[in-house]
């Protein structure tokens, strides 16, 4: 039957959002699907072929050059071990999507003493932090630093 659609554009016909799966190397997309198996929980018994095919998805030997060919091997395990490498290539996808640059906020680091004198007001020198003076040690919190210093 053809209609001229894509099979992107039929699957949006009937409702079904589909998003395209990053082109990487099988070599990253199988790395992908490893990272992957810590953090997902199959039903043995419902995924029993799913898990067969994972099984067996494996490269042959070349025994000539004795080192494994560069392409896994295309047999009946072959389709939905690609199926789980295109989940894994997705979920990385949107794991980075999701990541998004941390905002901090702008801190003011304001020193000053027990007393609340601030730095210009304060006469005298600011000893450092584990040095101790007349006045009280308060706690750092990541808007004000507060410093012991003699007033």
């Known amino acids: 039957m053809g209609t001229g659609l894509s099979r992107l554009e039929v699957a949006r016909q009937h409702g079904m ?26 039903d043995e018994t419902r995924c029993e072929r799913g898990i067969e095919c994972l099984t067996h998805y494996r490269r042959d030997y070349n025994a000539k050059l004795g080192q ?27 794991q980075q999507a999701q990541r998004a ?35 009280s040690r308060r706690r750092y919190t990541p808007k004000t630093r507060l410093r012991e210093g003699p007033c």
């Open 17 to 42: 959002v589909m998003e395209m799966a990053p082109n990487i190397g099988i070599e990253d997309g199988i790395h992908a699907a490893r990272m992957l198996f810590p953090r997902v929980w199959i």
């Open 68 to 94: 494994f060919k560069p392409t896994p091997v295309h047999d009946w395990a072959s389709h939905a071990a690609d199926a789980y490498r295109y989940l894994a290539v997705s979920q990385a996808k949107q």
């Open 101 to 135: 640059p941390i905002k901090y906020p702008r801190l003011s680091i304001v020193l000053a003493c027990a007393c609340s004198s601030t730095l210009r007001n304060c006469a005298g020198s600011w000893p450092s932090l584990p040095s101790v003076s007349r006045h």
